[in-house]
């Protein structure tokens, strides 16, 4: 069968090698899975089957249901400041519903697209399919922080989006207030839109995350249902963004999409009554503990959010050696490489029991102490 070029411009066998290891091991310890262990909370559980139970299963509007559109640009207002109208907000399919759409709006054959590295897969994957080029900004030798000198040096006439994620997978950084400004300015000067992935918005665990749509008239901000409210299979989020994209996005929604899932968004309009600040300490303590346990002797990025730990990997090893003898011994983590040009380090995530935390730690430095004999 003849598959478009395009389809064969991107592949997935950097983490399918990963998975291939992981099949081998027997109840490992899985610091590799990328969401919450806490439930979705009850009320949220109860609107969603309310709304079944109801009949409520149509499809909603393309843009999403007018009370949601709502709640969650009064979210906007009170976390950025920024009052977007009505015209500008869109319900997606998670994230990376709204992803692929500001994406597809916005880079075509021949465009550039900035993408900070260490960097969230997807990004540089949708930008092939769309016909753009990466263009990898290194962030080794600003501790994981994008600098705008770094972008002002990358743009061409050709570049049309910045991404941004802060926090960040698989880094755990955020971005601070007075580099936003500066990125911000930039990016103003040259015309450039940024893509702000905010999904793990709520995980910032000393001080808010700030969003830089506050500094940039033309940022698209996306935020998500998955990670703050452990609704990852239940596909919903949302994008905030100038008038004219988020035109284009619902044009193209209502042809591919349709809606974002119906029942996800009735459940949603509970949210606003869910206390999540007994989660996001748990994770904190987690971060903490890990942070205790691992480093020194490891060296790990300033974990100042989402719920990952960016880790070197011991002296002489590469990251993904690194990852494939913590595998051998069941714990399951995932080498840089995978969210990198570079593989240095391996990614580590926090979500699970501190049992478990303990153990995976343990396997860890036992690593970490072999390097140093065998060295
Ligand atoms: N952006 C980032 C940085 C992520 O880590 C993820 C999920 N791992 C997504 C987007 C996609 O999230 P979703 O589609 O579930 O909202």
């Given at each position: 069968m003849q598959l478009s070029a395009r389809v064969q411009?991107?592949?997935?066998?950097g983490i399918r090698r990963i998975f291939d290891l992981a099949r081998s091991c027997r109840d490992p310890i899985d610091l590799s899975i990328g969401q919450p262990d806490f439930p979705i909370a009850e009320p949220v559980k109860a609107a969603a089957i309310a709304a079944i139970q109801g009949d409520r299963n149509g499809y909603t509007q393309t843009q999403g249901l007018a009370e949601l559109r709502a709640l969650c640009l009064a979210e906007e207002r009170a976390h950025t400041g920024r009052s977007w109208k009505d015209d500008e907000i869109l319900i997606t399919s998670g994230v990376s519903g709204g992803l692929f759409l500001a994406l597809l709006a916005l880079v075509e054959d021949g465009s550039e697209a900035l993408i900070p590295d260490p960097y969230f897969v997807s990004y540089l994957h949708l930008v092939r399919l769309f016909g753009g080029t990466p263009v990898l900004i290194d962030t080794y030798g600003s501790d994981f922080l994008p600098t705008p000198e770094a972008i002002a040096r990358a743009i061409t006439p050709r570049t049309r989006v910045l991404l941004l994620n802060s926090p960040a997978n698989p880094t755990g950084r955020i971005i601070p207030e007075a580099l936003l400004r500066e990125i911000a300015a930039v990016c103003t000067k040259h015309g450039i839109v940024i893509v702000s992935d905010e999904i793990y918005r709520a995980f910032a665990y000393d001080g808010a995350a700030p969003s830089i749509s506050r500094y940039h008239e033309e940022t698209v901000v996306l935020v998500g249902h998955s990670k703050s409210q452990a609704m990852t299979g239940w596909r919903l989020g949302y994008a905030c963004g100038p008038r004219p994209l988020i035109q284009a996005m619902t044009k193209v929604q209502q042809y591919s999409f349709v809606c974002a899932p119906s029942l996800a968004q009735y459940a949603a309009l509970a949210c606003p009554a869910v206390d999540r600040r007994a989660d996001i300490a748990a994770y904190r303590a987690r971060r903490d503990l890990m942070r205790g346990l691992l480093s020194p002797p490891l060296r790990i990025a300033p974990a100042d959010g989402a719920f990952y730990l960016w880790i070197e990997a011991p002296a002489g090893m590469t990251g993904t050696a690194f990852a494939e003898r913590a595998i051998a011994a069941n714990c399951l983590i995932i080498p840089g490489s995978v969210f990198s040009a570079r593989d240095s380090h391996v990614r580590v995530c926090y979500t699970t029991s501190t049992e478990r935390l303990r153990a995976g730690a343990a396997i860890l430095l036992r690593i970490a102490q072999q390097s140093v004999v065998e060295r």
């Open positions: 411009r991107i592949d997935a066998s």
